[in-house]
T-cell receptor, first 111, second 112 residues
Framework: DQQVKQNSPSLSVQEGRISILNCDYT??????FLWYKKYPAEGPTFLIS?????DKNEDGRFTVFLNKSAKHLSLHIVPSQPGDSAVYFC??????????FGTGTRLTVIP | NAGVTQTPKFRVLKTGQSMTLLCAQD?????MYWYRQDPGMGLRLIHY???????AKGEVPDGYNVSRLKKQNFLLGLESAAPSQTSVYFC???????????FGPGTRLLVL
C-alpha cells in the first residue's frame, strides 16, 4: 500500500510561471519530508526538506508547504525555468531509517 | 569528493546468474541504503546498514543479500537473478545526525 502518493504523473508549465507539485501521505507518524529531483540516467538529488514541526520552508525559488491536518505537502517553484524540467519525488521519513517515496511527477517547463 | 559512486553502471544477466553491485561513499556517512526503482513506482528500500558490520531488511529484501565490511562500501548481491529483478538500483548514504540521503547515479540491471 502506497503511503506516499503523487497523483499527478506529469505537469507542464510555461517558463516564468509557478510550478506546484503535490504530495499526499497516509501515515501520521511521518516526521520529516523531502523533495528530490531526478534527471534521466542520474540519481535523485536532494532539493528541499521540511520537518513536521514546521509548515513552510523556503530556499531560493523553492518553497515546500506542509499541511499536517490534511496530510498534504506541496512544492512551489517560482519562477519556473527550463532547467527545472525533471522528475520530482516526494519522500517521507518513517522511523529511524526508512524513506518512503512517491511515484514521482514529471515537470516540463516550456520555454 | 565524489560523493556516492556505483559500479557497474549497466549490466545484463541471464536468469540464474549471480552478481554484486558495489556502492562506495567518501562522505564518512554511517548509514547506507539500497533501493530499486521500477516504472510507475517510487524508490523502494531493499536493505540498509546503520554502520560497519550491520545490515537490515527493508521493504523488498527477497532475492538480495548485502554486506558492509567497510564503512565506505555497501555491496548488494543477487545470488540467482530473476527477470523480476530487472530494475534500476540506487545506493544512498547519510550521516548519523542528518536526515537527507544522498544518492548515487544508479545501476541499470537487465535480467533475461
Amino acid at each position: 500500500d502506497q503511503q506516499v502518493k503523487q497523483n499527478s504523473p506529469s505537469l507542464s508549465v510555461q517558463e516564468g510561471r509557478i510550478s506546484i507539485l503535490n504530495c499526499d501521505y497516509t501515515n501520521s507518524m511521518f516526521d520529516y519530508f523531502l523533495w528530490y529531483k531526478k534527471y534521466p540516467a542520474e540519481g535523485p538529488t536532494f532539493l528541499i526538506s521540511i520537518s513536521s514541526i514546521k509548515d513552510k520552508n523556503e530556499d531560493g525559488r523553492f518553497t515546500v508547504f506542509l499541511n499536517k491536518s490534511a496530510k498534504h505537502l506541496s512544492l512551489h517553484i517560482v519562477p519556473s525555468q527550463p532547467g527545472d524540467s525533471a522528475v520530482y519525488f516526494c519522500a517521507a521519513k518513517g522511523g529511524a531509517n526508512n524513506l518512503f517515496f512517491g511515484t514521482g511527477t514529471r515537470l516540463t517547463v516550456i520555454p | 569528493n565524489a560523493g556516492v559512486t556505483q559500479t557497474p553502471k549497466f549490466r545484463v544477466l541471464k536468469t540464474g546468474q549471480s552478481m554484486t553491485l558495489l556502492c562506495a561513499q567518501d562522505m564518512n556517512h554511517e548509514y547506507m541504503y539500497w533501493y530499486r526503482q521500477d516504472p510507475g513506482m517510487g524508490l523502494r528500500l531493499i536493505h540498509y546498514s546503520v554502520g560497519e558490520g550491520t545490515t537490515a531488511k527493508g521493504e523488498v529484501p527477497d532475492g538480495y543479500n548485502v554486506s558492509r565490511l567497510k564503512k565506505q562500501n555497501f555491496l548488494l548481491g543477487l545470488e540467482s537473478a530473476a527477470p523480476s529483478q530487472t530494475s534500476v538500483y540506487f545506493c544512498a548514504s547519510r550521516g548519523i545526525y542528518l536526515q537527507t540521503q544522498y544518492f548515487g547515479p544508479g545501476t541499470r540491471l537487465l535480467v533475461l
